[in-house]
């Protein structure tokens, strides 16, 4: 069902940077309302997010990265006071030679204050925007796409698979898929059996039997619920199921999984690339899903990579926000042979516009080739979202 490589050969996650000091540190908040009804097995998304960290050098440059934000709903204000009162002080006035030696920093000073607080998953999403800035400007210093930093050959198209499909609007949402050309679909389910076994069929209806049809419960079900549900699973060709079990256990979903038949995909909501090992060691997590913006950046995004690749578990990433780490996010895929697809939100997304021209009308995307992320992100065409802080 999936095919794998089982060894890839990768440098040091570093890339040099050229030690001009950081002037500023700074916030950028977009918050546009979501015009479709996007709902999840826990909560609907009322408004599309993205938080920017914009590092402003003394040289009169600058380098942004997108951290993750979209739950709970005043995440973009923690997220603002944790990049003023944590990040900030520690890269003010900083000038740095290496990504690995700012991202080391961070996880030190950061990562004790997240344990302490409870809170290692917002300290990580921040991490993660400031470590992509710097990889970014590693790559434009040396006029490559940041891809090229990982791997000396990267693809310059990915297949993609649509998500979102689901709870409502499931046929027509389908139907998008096939006037795009999309052939890979997710569909959420863990809105009680009826429900998900109703758009199950719909999406079989739509797009055939050749379709290729995943599912992504967000953690609804206990784990005799998740095997109540397998064999309607079954029944519609699901090939994997993600996050089918409240608590996301390594073991429980293993176990779930041998038990069910089915393979299991997970990893959007761990941190640090040392939190994936236990769950790439189970033999049916065969997808880890390691978000650029959550993770701690490329460098844990890249990590997890060198792990998972040598152990035959697919790297999918998930990907859910707006247009700046979606860039990120492809220039980590196209340098990846491990991962098959790209996650594609099929549903509008305003904050997404200024790279939505990368989505083919063959069910692919198009990795931009420029220096740094490859593409300009131009934040001014979103000015009408943006908060004022």
């Known amino acids: 069902m999936f095919e794998t490589a089982h060894s890839i050969t990768t440098p040091a996650v570093s890339a040099p940077l050229s030690g001009v000091p950081i002037r500023r540190v700074h916030c950028r908040v977009f918050r546009a309302p979501s015009t479709d009804n996007v709902a999840m097995s826990f909560a609907p998304l009322t408004h599309r997010v993205m938080v920017v960290i914009e590092l402003e050098f003394e040289d009169g440059t600058s380098s942004a990265g997108e951290t993750w934000a979209n739950y709970p709903s005043w995440a973009w204000q923690e997220r603002r006071a944790t990049v003023e009162h944590g990040v900030a002080p520690l890269l003010v006035g900083e000038a740095f030679t290496s990504t690995s030696e700012a991202h080391d920093l961070m996880t030190t000073r950061l990562g004790a204050l997240g344990r302490q607080w409870g809170a290692p998953g917002p300290i990580r999403q921040a ?163 390691p978000d650029v913006s959550k993770v701690g950046g490329v460098t844990d995004y890249w990590r997890v990579v060198q792990y998972a690749a040598p152990r035959g578990t697919l790297v999918a990433p998930h990907l859910y926000n707006g247009a700046l780490a979606t860039a990120a996010t492809l220039q980590v895929a196209a340098a990846n042979p491990t991962t098959p697809w790209v996650e594609w939100d099929i549903r509008s997304n305003r904050l997404r516009e200024p790279i939505g021209h990368v989505l083919t009308d063959h069910g692919t995307v198009l990795v931009p080739q420029g220096p740094g992320l490859g593409v300009h992100i131009d934040f001014e065409s979103l000015s009408d979202f943006e908060e004022t802080l």
Request: overall charge negative; glycine content about 10%.
């Open 127 to 289: 991490i993660s925007a400031v470590d992509v800035a710097l990889w970014t400007r590693a790559a434009e210093e040396r006029g490559v796409p940041l891809g090229r930093l990982l791997a000396s050959e990267t693809r310059g198209e990915l297949p993609v698979y649509a998500s979102s499909l689901g709870p409502t609007g499931v046929e027509a949402t389908a139907h998008t898929c096939l006037e795009l050309n999309i052939h890979a679909v997710k569909v959420k389910v863990g809105f009680g059996r009826e429900t998900d076994e109703a758009n199950l069929a719909a999406t079989r209806r739509v797009l055939g039997d050749e379709a290729r049809l995943f599912a992504d419960a967000n953690q609804a079900w206990t784990p005799s619920e998740a095997l109540a549900m397998a064999p309607v699973l079954t029944e519609f060709g699901v090939e994997w199921i993600e996050e089918p079990i409240a608590g996301d256990d390594a073991g429980e979903l293993s176990r779930f999984g041998e038990a069910a038949g089915l393979a299991v995909a997970t990893g959007e909501n761990l941190y640090g690339a040392a939190a994936f090992h236990d769950y790439i060691d189970q033999p049916s997590i065969r997808i880890v899903q």
